[in-house]
């Protein structure tokens, strides 16, 4: 485990440093130890994102980077229930409320050991960045990894916390939709001072999302060829997805 006199960050579920950033700017920010106490007095903790992270990444094109945004190469994921909208018409809030924490705290774990970020929280939904803050050699790699967790997490649920009494047996699923390319990360809105990526890679990963069924995986050809081993032999599909002009190629993953 890496510590502050020696920055360099090891690959490490629970870094001492803030490795994004390191990586980004080579600046060792403390988040865990008795160093990281004077910067937590100061509002410096670690990131909801990513607890490898610390909330400087999230104002850093402000404070740090001095620009409001940069175009960077990412893997973006984007995972969703499937079956919610059945399930909400016919359980109490609180029971659903706890089916969507569970949820979602599947799926941040998942993207965290992959050394993602969970960019996004949108009720039944997640958006995951790969390959920034942290950078990652293999991001589209580690975005197939992390979906093929939350599908395994998932089906370990499955029977249990998932498969509830009085909805006829009605199972939830999930979908991921996974694409590469270039993203323009950054702060978009004068509300907030935390970052977000948008761009066409952003909306073709969750157009791909949208068509996945349970328990399948939709990697676009751009992630795939990142990662031909892990979609050898795979399904392919070819998709007319909302407002992208010509069709799309997907590999489709199955964990079921």
Partial sequence: MTTASSP??????????????????????????PLALPFRAFGITRSKMNPNICTICERSFRYVKKQRHITTRATILFADMRGFTH??????ALELSEIVSL???????????H???????????????????????????????????IQRHHAALDGSNLVLEGTLGHT?????????????????SSFRSDFTAI??????????????????????AETAAQAPDFIDGSETRLLSLKGIEHPVQANVLKTR
Avoid: Y
């Avoid at 949820?103 to 050991?113: I, M």
């Avoid at 970020?117 to 790699?141: S, T």
């Avoid at 991921?176 to 390319?181: D, E, Q, R």
């Fill in 8 to 33: 360099e960050p090891a690959h490490h579920s629970n870094a001492n440093i803030c490795r994004g950033c390191w990586d980004q700017m080579r600046v060792p920010i403390p988040i865990r130890g």
């Fill in 87 to 92: 399930l909400s018409e016919r359980i109490e």
């Fill in 103 to 113: 949820f979602q705290d599947r799926c941040a774990q998942a993207v965290w050991a």
């Fill in 115 to 149: 050394d993602g970020i969970v960019n996004k929280q949108m009720g039944d939904g997640l958006m995951a960045i790969f390959n920034f803050p942290i950078e990652i050699k293999d991001h589209a790699r580690a975005a197939i990894k992390a979906a093929m967790d």
């Fill in 172 to 188: 939830l699923g999930v979908g991921v939709g996974i694409h590469t390319g270039d993203v323009e990360i950054g702060e978009f």
């Fill in 199 to 220: 761009g066409g890679t952003v909306n073709q990963a969750a157009r791909l999302e949208s068509q996945a069924g349970a328990g399948e995986i939709l990697v676009s």
